[in-house]
């Protein structure tokens, strides 16, 4: 089964880190692009980076709003995605998802950022 | 950073109702291009890829239409299962803002 998994999510004061990840299964993990996407509670969808195959260069591209602070990471052995995330503000409040960037969508994993 | 406009940002609609949303990129983005629809507390999923592409599985009521900057989504007539939230997206980029289809 095709399926995607996210962990990591929490309470995190303004400041703090965390870091999510996301466990692939049941597809070719290390050809994929993938994608982390957040939605802040009653928005819409932002995108929030987005990171390459190692076959097609595994360079990385962020939104503005987090370019500095997070970090996209994979480890094809692992077939995990991560996303490190830094300096937390509390408009970073968010479900996230990670995605293959089509058909293929995790349940999501709720950050809080809040004193 | 190309930026994606999505209008109208919701609409109410009865069932049966032809609904078309627009798409429009801030640059050209070739045939880059997905729909999603998203209910409440769900994941999105995916309706249409590569603009005009309907994902298997997608009733045939839905379709896609566009290249470049300006994109458009279809629905030919509404079913009560329809009513949901719509989203572009530049492939690993930017969602257009929604639209929200409501039941008028």
């Known amino acids: 089964e095709v399926q995607l998994v996210e962990s990591g999510g929490g309470l995190v004061k303004p400041g703090g880190s965390l870091r999510l990840s996301c466990a692939a299964s049941g597809f070719a993990f290390s050809n994929a692009w993938m994608s982390w996407v957040r939605q802040a509670p009653g928005k819409g969808l932002e995108w929030v980076g987005r990171i390459k195959s190692k076959t097609d260069g595994g360079t990385t591209d962020y939104a503005a709003p987090v370019k ?48 | 950073d190309i930026q994606m406009t999505q209008s109208p940002s919701s609409l109410s609609a009865s069932v049966g109702d032809r609904v078309t949303i627009t ?28 603009a005009s592409s309907l994902r298997s ?48």
């Open chain 1, 68 to 115: 500095g602070r997070f970090s996209i990471s994979r480890d094809d052995s692992k077939n995990t995605l991560y996303l490190q995330m830094n300096s937390l503000k509390t408009e970073d409040t968010a479900v996230y998802y990670c995605s293959d960037g089509l058909a293929v969508w995790g349940q999501g994993t709720t950050v809080t950022v809040s004193s």
């Open chain 2, 23 to 50: 798409c429009r990129a801030s640059q050209s983005i070739s045939s880059d291009l997905n729909w999603y629809q998203q209910k409440p507390g769900k994941a999105p999923n995916l309706l249409i890829y590569a």
């Open chain 2, 57 to 104: 599985g997608v009733p045939s009521g839905f379709s896609g239409s566009g290249s470049g900057t300006d994109f458009t989504l279809t629905i030919s007539s509404l079913q009560p299962e329809d009513f949901a939230t719509y989203y572009c997206q530049q492939t690993h980029g930017t969602f257009g803002q929604g639209t929200k289809v409501e039941i008028k």
